[in-house]
């Protein structure tokens, strides 16, 4: 050594590669590890075994790898050599050529043995970016090719250690200790940023409320979410162990982030549903829009008994009137089925069975106290049926019109009016003054079940927060319009 360097003077690096039996750390297995131990200049260790994966290695798979299912039958499992693994990279830094993936998989493994691991992780991948930003591709075959690395054994765990080590040692040659030293302590105290992003996309995201998205190639929208603070959010993915191979995925597809700002967590909470349910991002897979948003009324029949039925066209203005928000017919009949069987109502008078004489089916069995016949008192059947849809009923908007629920930030100097109505969101202002201007005439809004329990949640301050209210005077809301109330 010709320089001296605190970090790698002091540091074992554990160079390591795995073979694998396909690319999802979730359900594939690993076959083989092989590790290189460095420290202060020198290989102070070695280790490599075979693993039995416990699952068929796929024929594309053995003759990438050479690794056969013959090969590995009488191999060690790894729960058989995981204390051994554990120790060996104790307080070492785990260094491999596209990390996310390998260190993805020993995590992957230890998490089935009910375990957890967890060590400071530098990828060469990145390392090569760094110190040589002038190449494009920084691939195993193209770092051997491009710096004459010696030939080995690919795609078997020992010859890309090998490989992966004579890099570290080019660039050490190249570049110098100082230089490597200085890279390496960069690159471990940040996230691994997904290799098709610039290493700096971190420094542009804000420390604040508000919404971000990931976009693939093409511009294909892949993800929204939201966060109080959206660098730590964003970072925090680029950290993240990529439990699923959907995390693995949209890992490998992000092309670029984008954000919205907002003064506050609920102005983020409620841009997040609508982008996801305006955009349609890739992976989003809750608060997609129901196509079927249902409900149920209670409408008297001639006789005078509470009649219940189904509503697929819901008025935001008569919330009162309804009971449950279904996202399809089939989970309102269900609750139908459970407020019958709890209650003994008439299911008839519920819509569960069709005729109109004689006693239900239910009668018969002595589960119906006799509504569908006239055996049961109008007044007492109609009381228990309401207490029995009591915890469905929705709730009425408690104010003449709209109100602005202010949220605000000074360390932005950002002020969001967040106006709603009958629960739904309508606009958003960022100055008092313009409310007195507001019209919401010919506004389309859509009533929406998510949106819904978030308002309401927020407005009776059930998250801890306490907000300010703006409470506009009922002419500003004649008739605000509501197409599509039905999709939810």
Not at 68 to 74: G, L, P, R
Request: charged letters at 25%; a neutral charge; one cysteine or more.
């Amino acid at each position: 050594m010709n320089e001296s360097s605190p970090f790698l003077d002091s540091c074992t690096l554990a160079f390591i590669d795995l073979e694998t039996t396909g690319g999802n750390a979730s359900c594939d297995r690993i076959t083989e590890v092989g590790i290189r131990f460095w420290r202060n200049g020198e290989v102070v260790d070695e280790w490599q075994t075979l693993l039995n994966p416990q699952t068929r290695i796929s024929p594309f798979i053995e003759q990438l790898t050479g690794i056969t299912n013959a090969m590995v039958a009488d191999a060690p499992l790894f729960e058989d050599v995981a204390d051994t693994l554990r120790e060996k990279l104790k307080d070492c830094v785990f260094v491999a050529h596209n990390a996310r993936f390998d260190y993805g998989f020993v995590k992957a493994e230890f998490r089935r043995l009910g375990q957890a691991f967890s060590a400071r992780v530098l990828c060469t991948v990145k390392l090569s970016r760094r110190l040589y930003p002038a190449y494009r591709r920084h691939n195993m075959d193209e770092l051997i090719a491009r710096h004459g690395l010696p030939v080995v054994e690919r795609h078997r765990a020992m010859g890309d250690v090998h490989a992966m080590h004579a890099f570290f040692e080019t660039a050490l040659a190249d570049h110098g200790y100082g230089m490597v030293e200085h890279t390496s302590r960069a690159l471990l105290k940040r996230p691994s940023i997904p290799s098709h992003l610039p290493n700096d996309v971190l420094d542009t995201l804000p420390q604040c409320p508000g919404v971000y998205r990931f976009y693939g190639e093409n511009d294909v929208l892949l993800y929204v979410g939201k966060s109080t603070n959206i660098l730590q959010r964003v970072a925090s993915h680029f950290s993240g162990d990529h439990n699923s191979h959907r995390g693995i995925r949209m890992s490998q597809s992000l092309r670029r982030v984008e954000w919205t700002e907002t003064a506050g967590e609920l102005g983020a909470l409620l841009l997040e549903l609508k982008q996801i349910k305006t955009l349609s991002p890739l992976y989003n897979r809750r608060s997609r829009p129901a196509k079927n948003l249902v409900s149920i009324e209670l409408r008297q029949n001639d006789q005078g008994y509470l009649q219940a039925r189904l509503v697929r066209e819901i008025e935001p203005h008569r919330l009162g009137d309804y009971y449950g928000l279904f996202r399809s017919i089939r989970d309102a009949e269900r609750a139908l089925k459970g407020i019958s069987a709890k209650n003994e109502l008439c299911n008839r008078l519920l819509g569960l069975e069709f005729g109109n004489e004689g006693p239900c089916f239910q009668r018969t069995l002595g589960r119906c106290k006799g509504a569908c016949d006239g055996g049961e008192d109008v007044t007492r059947y109609n009381l228990r049926t309401q207490i029995g849809f009591h915890a469905l009923r929705l709730k009425t908007w408690p104010w003449a019109g709209p109100v602005g629920v202010v949220e605000h930030n000074p360390r932005r100097e950002r002020t969001d009016i967040l106006v709603i109505y009958n629960w739904m969101h309508i606009t958003t202002l960022h100055d008092e003054s313009d409310m007195s201007d507001l019209s919401l005439r010919g506004q389309s809004v859509t009533f929406d079940l998510d949106s819904y329990k978030l308002v309401i949640k927020a407005l009776h301050q059930r998250d801890g927060h306490r907000r300010r209210l703006i409470e506009l005077p009922a002419v500003h809301s004649p008739d605000i319009l509501m197409p599509d109330a039905n999709t939810g």
